[in-house]
């Protein structure tokens, strides 16, 4: 199941989720003020970013700005404690599912949380009454264009 970390008022998060509607990919939005982040939850975001805390920590955000934080000399449960007592240091969106991590909205990189099924269908014959057209789209599109 792909999860989607928003926050309202954030342009990019609505673009993420517009692109999931329009390819019919179910998800859960998690709005990171209304639902409140368990430190399981975290320390997976944490686990799954690349780089750690710089992946998914806005270092321009007001309250490190305005606080001198420094974030890279907090211990993990520091770190964990301040992300859920300040929520606003998150970049957003933060889209995952079992395989796939991504931060913001990358119309090329979002590709990824097509099931690999409609990826592959999406290389084949393309069908306008296929119930994955739809989501096939830009899978062919993409194909389209690197060929020209």
Not at 19 to 41: A, M, Q, S, V, Y
Not at 55 to 67: A, H, L, M, T, V
Not at 72 to 82: G, P, Q, R
Not at 87 to 114: C, H, M, W
């Amino acid at each position: 199941m792909i999860v989607v970390y928003t926050s309202p008022g954030c342009a990019s998060c609505r673009k993420v989720k517009q692109w999931l509607k329009d390819r019919d990919l179910p998800f859960i939005e998690k709005n990171i003020f209304k639902t409140l982040l368990n430190t399981n939850e975290i320390k997976h975001l944490l686990m799954r970013s690349e780089n750690g805390s710089d992946d998914i920590i806005s270092k321009r955000s007001k309250i490190i700005q305005e606080s001198s934080i420094d974030i890279d000399a907090m211990t993990t449960d520091e770190l964990i404690n301040f992300i859920k007592q300040n929520p606003s240091v998150l970049k957003r969106p933060i889209i995952l599912n079992e395989t796939s991590f991504q931060v913001g909205y990358d119309e090329e990189e979002i590709a990824v949380f097509v099931p690999q099924e409609l990826r592959k269908v999406a290389e084949g014959n393309y069908c306008r009454s296929c119930p994955s057209y739809k989501a096939c789209e830009s899978i062919r599109e993409r194909e389209e264009s690197a060929e020209a």
